[in-house]
């Protein structure tokens, strides 16, 4: 039921007593539980808001020292050289195989290291054809011969009975003419039976000097042709290194000069003298042909390999060495920071040339004993502040 009491309207129970609806005043402690909420949430954001400006850093990077490594500049004595390629030939070389005839390989007897001699037959090739054609040729040589001979003998006897009167000029000089033809004929044939026994002798291929067999190219049953190379063989009683330099290092090259040959085969370096050179260049690419003689090395390395020939280019001079990622290098000069202090300190050096991971520069600005930046030099500018760490060199390291 609803009561009426100075313009409200309640509503009660069925006892009179008054329930709860829409628009009624919560209970006091609601609000209060709000507003403390609120007021721990802004008690917890000013204390983090505090927190984070206390730990902030207040220093700029560019005042923050640089982490580095550094390497102290070495005293050290610098020759130029020149590296060239070159290549390993024996004193001879050969390729044997037909140079007349087209035909089978019958039989290969050696294989690649054998050593053979002078006149050792290593190959032959079915030429039955061409036995058969010389065999043809001679016996029509010894046809011809025989009949040549009876045309000069009854020509030596027309010639009697013509100075006796018993028979004409004219039948003498036909037979006479016919002798002639004959041996004209007998000739050719002859040199036709040479040529085919030459084709028959280029049917066994034979070692042309004592040697060794480098390679094997074909076997019994393969077809060759003229210039077709069956084998090849090596001496290498004594050996060379050829190599072609550019024009600009001709003087360098001289014969006589001492040089240093390095064996990639087997890893071993080797002095000896420049032994020729050419007087001119090739028209096309203009390298310049040298050859080094390596007396007593024949039989210790494979020829055809590669060598290295090291040729000093100039007088040895006073140097610094650095590791060469310890330096920015463009064209004849590179750029390297020392350490003063706590200060880097940018430096531009004149590059004498590089070996073996390190690169080598003139004295001046750079001393020996000064400290250079080795990691870490990429970020840096002139006059920045660093923390450095000594390093060894890398390769004072491997030493």
């Not at 009491?5 to 209970?27: F, K, L, Y």
């Not at 090739?125 to 009854?154: F, G, I, N, P």
């Not at 050719?188 to 040479?194: C, I, M, Q």
């Not at 090739?282 to 060598?307: A, K, Y």
Request: glycine fraction near 8%; aromatic fraction near 2%; proline fraction near 6%.
């Amino acid at each position: 039921m609803t009561e009426r009491d100075s313009g409200h309207v309640r509503s009660t129970g069925a006892g009179g007593a008054p329930s709860a609806i829409d628009g009624e005043r919560p209970a006091a402690w609601v609000p209060a539980t709000i507003l403390a909420g609120a007021a721990l949430i802004a008690v917890l954001g000013a204390g983090m808001l505090r927190r984070s400006v206390l730990r902030a850093n207040r220093v700029t990077l560019d005042a923050t020292p640089r982490p580095v490594s550094v390497v102290t500049a070495r005293a050290a004595t610098f020759r130029p050289s020149r590296h060239f390629p070159a290549t390993l030939e024996a004193l001879a070389s050969a390729h044997l195989g037909p140079q007349r005839v087209s035909a089978y390989v019958e039989s290969v007897a050696v294989r690649p290291g054998a050593v053979v001699k002078k006149g050792d037959v290593l190959a032959t090739l079915d030429c039955r054809k061409s036995a058969s054609k010389t065999q043809a040729r001679s016996m029509q040589a010894k046809a011809v011969e025989v009949r040549q001979a009876v045309s000069a003998t009854e020509a030596a006897r027309l010639g009697e009975l013509q100075r006796g009167g018993f028979v004409a000029t004219n039948d003498v000089d036909r037979k006479l003419a016919e002798s002639s033809s004959d041996l004209a004929t007998l000739e050719a044939l002859r040199a036709r039976v040479r040529k085919s026994a030459i084709e028959a002798d280029d049917c066994q291929l034979k070692a042309p000097f004592d040697g060794e067999v480098s390679e094997r190219l074909a076997d019994p049953g393969a077809w060759v042709h003229p210039g077709d190379a069956i084998l090849r063989v090596v001496d290498r009683s004594s050996v060379r290194a050829v190599m072609a330099v550019p024009e600009k290092d001709f003087a360098i090259v001289l014969p006589g000069t001492v040089v240093h040959v390095r064996h990639e085969a087997t890893g071993t370096v080797t002095s000896a003298l420049v032994s020729r050179r050419a007087p001119g260049a090739d028209p096309v690419d203009r390298l310049i042909h040298v050859e080094i003689d390596l007396p007593g090395q024949g039989r210790e390395v494979p020829v055809g390999t590669t060598l290295e020939v090291i040729v000093e280019a100039a007088a040895a001079e006073e140097a610094l060495e650095l590791p060469l990622h310890a330096a920015s290098i463009r064209g004849e000069a590179a750029t390297v920071f020392v350490v003063a202090g706590d200060v880097a300190n940018k430096h531009e050096v004149r590059i004498l040339g590089e070996a073996s991971g390190s690169v080598f520069v003139a004295p001046g600005s750079l001393r020996a004993g000064d400290r250079v930046i080795l990691e870490g030099r990429p970020l840096l500018s002139d006059a920045d502040r660093v923390e450095a760490t000594d390093r060894p060199p890398s390769r004072a390291a491997a030493q």
